[in-house]
């Protein structure tokens, strides 16, 4: 059985926002193809997540057992990440930043030795399901995208290297049946993805 965290980053409902139609069907095509595995629901907007307080950083480096530290431990105790945030002002949603402040624990998702910094969470996988407004595929576009970027690097630097991203482009462009079919497409290709997680 595999324990897997859906982290989903929009105060919209899904009826208004593409990118949890997307994750929505691929969590429920996961649900249909891995029935045994545990799906743990972290909705951001619905949680106590805040920036990080002068009290917070010294708790993370007291090595109290405080809501912070069990938030990184639940991230790391799971084997696979869904992660559900649209691309807002050319990267991702400021609560996603915050909750990724909170699961970046030294000694839980990374170490620090004398040659660098180690990941500690390796062997796992991540999803990232995500609407953009423009086109971000071109390489004048792709160059000032910094969400799918930043959850790659710092995925990465947890060694959670095995990483897919799923987008629907020109959500904020695309009109009428051409919107519909870009939503449409992007929608089955995350349940196609969803198969084989």
């Not at 409902?13 to 691929?26: I, K, L, R």
């Not at 051409?178 to 993805?193: G, P, R, Y």
Request: glycine share 6%; with cysteine; hydrophobic share 40%.
């Amino acid at each position: 059985m595999a324990k897997v965290l859906y982290i989903k980053a929009n105060p919209k409902p899904v009826d208004q926002s593409v990118t949890f139609q997307m994750s929505e069907a691929f969590v429920d095509t996961y649900k249909k193809e891995h029935p045994e595995d545990e799906i743990t629901t972290i909705d951001l907007y619905n949680e106590d997540i805040r920036f990080l307080s002068e009290e917070d950083l010294g708790n993370m480096f007291g090595g109290k057992d405080f809501d912070i530290r069990e938030r990184a431990k639940q991230f790391a105790e799971a084997d696979k990440y869904i992660i559900a945030a649209p691309l807002w002002n050319l990267s991702i949603p400021a609560i996603l930043k915050a909750y990724i402040d909170y699961v970046m624990f030294v000694g839980i998702s990374f170490k620090y030795t004398v040659t660098g910094p180690v990941g500690l969470l390796d062997n796992k996988k991540a999803v990232y399901l995500v609407a953009r407004g423009g086109d971000y595929t071109t390489p004048q576009m792709a160059d000032i995208e910094m969400g799918e970027r930043y959850l790659r690097t710092v995925l990465g630097f947890m060694d959670i290297k095995d990483i897919e991203t799923i987008a629907c482009e020109n959500t904020n462009v695309l009109l009428g049946d051409a919107l519909t079919d870009a939503i449409h497409t992007s929608v089955e290709q995350a349940k196609k993805s969803a198969k084989s997680f």
